[in-house]
Each structure stands twice: as structure tokens, then as C-alpha cells.
């Protein structure tokens, strides 16, 4: 392996790192086949620990992401409109243009040992996803893990990513000095579905493999059924499917979440649905005609048949091999992130 520069090499320039409002920016791509196509934006982070706006509405206040943009290109990521604060495109520069926090562990374990800092929760995973392909060549969260086992800091991550369990034993050392919550995002099993509109991510399989993992290694997992999507992945057939594998995965519980379509993500999941599913426009014209929401009416079925099948199935915080100090992520009430400099609420 080794470094690809760009034509010129490795570049460092003040109108990016005022783009990025970091120090320094160097861009890097890779020579590799899975970083094909893919440009690394390095910057030096002068914070890394991002306080929530609104946290109020959030089950957590605090947010680490060492990561902006995300290579596993989900069409409708939720995240897509933070990378226009960049200047990048919300498109395919969203799966492409990755932004990353090289001195993340070192800056965090600063910020954790400063007096001014409450030892609060830190959520991750909640912009983009830290467990993506970039995170195997930056190894970033390593250090992460390791400054809050030292501090005993709380934290939740949630992801779609099998990287995971690369750091398996730090999580283990960081669950028993304190509470750690781990969530795995999978919202469906088809595997036509999955090419298509998650085409970076794991197989819904594997991701299910990770919380089968975790949970055989005393570490509960939750399952965020994200998104459910209206029209191809909301049949009773498949709602039931996927909460019987998620249940026969161990999953300490299992949270419905149904697609929505904010500004950045809308319009590239409706070109997304014109080329593959164009006999559905006009459904989801008229589900999503009040914005970036399904109807509550449709929210609450999902809801209710998902818990319905959850009981059915054993899947909840009592079954056993649930492990006692482990929180499972909470889905987190919609949040407003049409600002510049929102923490903005993906949920994988
Ligand atoms: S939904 Fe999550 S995994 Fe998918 S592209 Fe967005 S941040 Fe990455």
C-alpha cells in the first residue's frame, strides 16, 4: 500500500483549510480498488467534541464525527445537505469528497482532560458514519475508543459498518469502566434494494453478523431498523422478515425508523427512485407532499407493526445476554439541521 498523490502531490492550501475551518488541508487519494474514485481532504481539527444544537429534543448533547462525507453512498443519507457547508456536492461529491479529522483521538483526549469538560455522553455516528471504508486506512476510532475508556467517558455509536469489530476488545475494555452502547443500523433485507440504494454499505447480512458478534461477546446491540422504505422495503412480508433476523441476531432491541427526505438527500433519492422505480414517483410525491415526512399515520404503522413483530419475536432489553451496562442508541427525535454547523442527525 502507499500513498497516491495527486498530480501535483499532496496539497495544502489556505483557501480549503478556510473552507474547512481547520488549520491546514492536505488531499490525498489512494491507488487501492475500494478508494478508487475517492479524494481524502486530511485536516487537523482544532475541537473534535461538538455540542448539539437544540440537544434539548436529543437524547444526547454531545457528538464526536471524525469523518464528513461517507463512502457508503446510501442514496438517501440524511447528511448529504452538510457537505454543501463545505462547498462539495451533496451528490456524488457527498460519497466521494470525505473529509477527515486526522488528529481526532489526539485533539478528544485534550478536550476530555480539560476541567471544563462534565464527562457528559458522546454520541457517534450520529452525522456520518465513523465505521466507514475510510475509517480502515485512517484508524481513527481506535484512539477515540481508547481516550474515553481512559476517561471513562459514556458513549453510543451507531453504525452500518463490520469495521467494527476491528476494535471489539477496546469496547470491551471501555464497557467495563462505563456505559457503551452500540447500534447497528438495518433497515431491510433485500438484497436488490441494498445494491442499489445502500451500495457502500455491508450487506444487511453482515451487519446482522455484528450484532450476533457483539452480543456473543457480552456487548448488547440494538438494532435501528433505518430506514424503513415506503413502497419497497414496507411490506408486512418484509417488516416481518427483517425483525425475525434482527431477533435471531440477538439484538437487545429493535428501533423503526421510516425514511425521510430532507433538502440535499430529496432530491438525490427522487433521481435515485426516477431510474429504478419510476412507476413510484408519484406515490412518494404525494407520501412526502408535506415535506421532508411520511405522515404520522404512516409513521405509527410502521411503528406499531414493527413493535408488534418485536414481541412477537423476543426481541427486547430483558432477553438474556443483554449486557448490563451497555445502552442501546436511541432513535432521536427529528432535528431541525438546516443551519451551517448543525450536528445533522442521520440515523444510518
Ligand atoms: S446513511 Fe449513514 S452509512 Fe449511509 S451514507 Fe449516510 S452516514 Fe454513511
Known amino acids: 500500500m502507499r500513498w497516491e498523490n495527486l498530480s501535483d502531490g499532496p496539497r495544502r492550501g489556505t483557501a480549503d483549510a478556510a473552507l474547512f475551518g481547520a488549520d491546514a488541508v492536505t488531499t490525498r487519494t489512494f491507488d487501492t480498488p475500494e478508494f478508487r474514485g475517492i479524494t481524502f481532504h486530511e485536516i487537523r481539527a482544532r475541537t473534535i467534541v461538538n455540542r448539539v444544537p437544540g440537544a434539548s429534543r436529543m437524547p444526547f448533547e454531545w457528538t464526536v ?35 477527515v479529522k486526522v488528529n481526532a483521538p489526539d485533539v478528544l483526549r485534550r478536550q476530555l482532560a480539560s476541567p471544563r469538560w462534565h464527562g457528559d455522553h458522546i454520541a457517534m455516528g450520529t452525522n456520518v458514519d465513523c465505521y466507514q471504508r475510510a475509517e480502515g486506512r485512517y484508524r481513527l476510532m481506535p484512539g477515540i475508543i481508547e481516550a474515553l475508556r481512559d476517561h471513562a467517558n ?21 464497557a467495563a469502566v462505563t456505559d457503551v452502547g452500540i447500534s447497528v443500523s438495518v433497515g431491510f433485507l433485500d438484497e436488490t434494494l441494498w445494491r442499489t440504494v445502500e451500495p457502500g454499505t455491508p450487506a444487511p447480512g453482515r451487519r446482522l453478523e455484528v450484532v450476533r458478534t457483539l ?32 431477533a435471531g441476531a440477538g439484538a437487545a432491541s429493535v428501533t423503526p425508523l421510516v425514511l425521510h427526505l430532507r433538502p ?32 404520522k399515520w404512516y ?50
Open 264 to 295: 440535499g438527500a430529496r432530491e438525490w433519492f427522487m433521481e435515485w427512485l426516477g431510474h429504478h422505480h419510476p412507476h413510484l414517483v408519484r406515490r412518494y410525491e404525494r407520501l412526502y407532499a408535506e415535506g421532508a415526512y411520511a405522515p
Open 65 to 99: 464525527n471524525p469523518y464528513r462525507g461517507c463512502t457508503h453512498a446510501c442514496v438517501y443519507c440524511f447528511a448529504r445537505k452538510t457537505h454543501s457547508y463545505l462547498d462539495l456536492d451533496t451528490g456524488l461529491g457527498f460519497d466521494s469528497q470525505i473529509v
Open 215 to 246: 452480543t456473543g461477546h457480552g456487548i448488547g446491540c440494538g438494532v435501528l431498523m433505518a430506514p424503513v422504505i415506503p413502497f419497497l422495503g414496507d411490506h408486512p412480508d418484509q417488516l416481518r422478515a427483517t425483525v425475525r433476523a434482527i
Open 154 to 174: 459514556p458513549f453510543s455509536i451507531l453504525t452500518k459498518g463490520t469495521l467494527i469489530l476491528r476494535d471489539l476488545d477496546l469496547l470491551r475494555q471501555a
Open 299 to 348: 409513521q405509527r404503522r410502521i411503528t406499531r407493526q414493527v413493535h408488534e413483530l418485536a414481541e412477537e419475536f423476543g426481541v427486547g432489553p430483558t432477553r438474556a445476554g443483554a449486557a448490563r451496562r451497555i445502552r442501546a442508541l436511541r432513535a432521536a427525535p427529528q432535528e431541525d439541521a438546516s443551519a451551517p454547523g448543525a450536528t445533522q442527525l442521520t440515523l444510518l
